[in-house]
């Protein structure tokens, strides 16, 4: 009798949940690959359509930062970044979308998020930003202000002022050298005459990539770049910019007062992109990071991070690679306030760093490999975050790797080819230090230079 009471109950509720199906058991548009369209004014348009996002990101990415500067004008690419700015983020706060702007060393970009429905408003502002900029010396020395607190903000910052010393010292009296908001005086000179000559160098049809990425229609935007952007043309010639050359050399800022030694350590890098790019951030992720705050400290894969944890040589420690046109730095930023162990410090990093080019070990590559896919593909987790990477790569290649190549790229790399690359950019290399705080127990330059070729293992 139990037993058919509840044979009638399960029937009857299989019928019931029946009604309540998921109607939206289907699956999800995901992103498309990135389609490329050049126009004939020489606009590039690329985009990643996933309307699925709901939020859509619209920018412009122009091949143009404090590298296209001289030393004249330095400062010229972010000032005029200030100036196009004004006035454009009172249009989005009425279409509910944010607008942002960045000026680096190569390239700048405005970009905006909104929802999907507002793509047309984000492309018509950002070309009028583009296009139709005013500048007069009312804007430049309300704008100049402006840039004198952004300046001031970034000398506060101690990492900012290590890394603006080690691309000065990296790169001497090169444009790549020079830092992003440029200095007070050369700020200070600037004059309208010396924008537009800047926006007209550099902000031309060929140097500049429309994107879109999230709830976009590609072809909908290629005929909206085709009627916003119909004023912009091409420069009738393109003046390749020599490669800069590295220049191995020291700064110490040495302050007693301060609680923590800043230092940074590189060498001459790949270009982005570039195979060897991708070695080099393998190479990196084999160094690794480290902090003493995380809960995990002193269990990291990486064998510097497991004998600072031991020692306590260091608060933090973090490797980097930044790559360009056709160089780049490779190396670590150090933080530590036991600054009478900063010698101890200096000399395992460089056994690591030698190891890289003699006994990096197959098990320790395919780890870091893991790690280099992850951060890379783990980081695009939203539209202006697609929008960035679409940018960049298609400005430095004209086109923008799949995930499937960017696997593929990474998987091929050998332990061999890594050791190759590591004899090639670290081994007896040229070295850039920059060290800022209570820095005199740090390593004199000569002995640091000297064991970049450590034969003792």
């Known amino acids: 009798m139990a037993s058919r009471l509840l044979a009638n109950t399960l029937q009857a509720n299989s019928g019931l949940t029946k009604q309540f199906v998921r109607p939206l058991a289907t699956a999800a548009k995901q992103a498309s690959a990135t389609r490329i369209t050049n126009l004939p004014n020489g606009l590039t348009v ?17 091949d143009a930062g404090s590298r296209s500067e001289s030393a004249r004008t330095n400062g010229a690419a972010n000032l005029f970044e200030h100036i196009a700015l004004q006035g454009q983020t009172a249009k989005f706060e009425k279409i509910g979308g944010v607008l942002t702007a960045k000026t680096g060393r190569e390239t700048t970009s405005f970009s905006a998020k909104t929802l999907g429905n507002k793509v047309n408003e984000s492309v018509e502002v950002l070309a009028d930003l583009i296009q139709n900029t005013k500048i007069d010396a009312a804007s430049i020395d309300k704008q100049k202000q402006a840039v004198f607190k952004q300046q001031l903000a970034n000398e506060n910052d101690y990492e900012s002022v290590v890394f603006d010393h080690l691309y000065a010292t990296a790169f001497q009296g090169e444009s790549l050298g ?32 429309l994107v879109g990425s999230g709830d976009i229609d590609h072809e909908a935007l290629v005929r909206l770049a ?34 923590q030694a800043r230092i940074a350590f590189a060498v001459e890098g790949a270009p982005y992109l570039s195979k060897e790019y991708f070695n080099l951030l393998v190479m990196q992720a084999v160094i690794g ?18 004998i600072v944890n031991n020692n306590h040589l260091a608060d933090s420690f973090a490797s980097f690679t930044k790559g360009y046109k056709d160089t780049g730095l490779w190396g670590l930023y150090v933080v530590s306030q036991n600054r009478n162990q900063l010698d101890d410090f200096v000399h395992f990093l460089q056994k690591e760093w030698v190891r890289l080019s003699t006994t990096i070990t197959a098990s320790e590559i395919e780890r870091a490999k893991q790690q280099v896919k992850a951060s890379l593909l783990l980081s695009l987790d939203t539209t202006c975050a697609v929008a960035d990477d ?13 995930e499937e190549e960017l696997k593929t790229t990474i998987n091929k790399i050998t332990a061999e080819e890594v050791r ?8 007896d290399q040229e070295l850039a230090v920059v060290g800022q705080g209570p820095v005199e127990c740090l390593t004199d330059y000569n002995r640091v230079r000297g064991n970049m070729a450590y034969n003792r293992f």
């Open 46 to 62: 690329a985009t990643e359509e996933n309307p699925s996002a709901g939020a859509a990101t619209v920018g412009v990415w122009i």
């Open 178 to 209: 020079r830092p992003v908001y440029g200095i007070k005086e050369t700020v200070e000179q600037l004059t309208a005459d010396d924008l537009i000559t800047f926006q007209k160098e550099n902000y031309s049809a060929d140097r500049i990539v």
């Open 226 to 259: 085709e009627k916003k952007f119909d004023g912009l043309s091409s420069t009738a010639t393109s003046i390749a910019q020599p490669k800069p050359t590295f220049t191995g050399s020291e700064i110490r800022i040495r302050d007693d007062t301060l609680p």
């Open 289 to 306: 990071a480290w902090d003493k705050n995380l809960g995990g400290a002193g269990n990291l894969s990486s064998r510097l991070s497991s």
């Open 390 to 402: 679409i940018g960049s790569q298609v400005l430095a290649t004209g086109k923008r790797l799949t």
């Open 420 to 427: 190759k690359t590591a004899y090639k950019y670290i081994w």
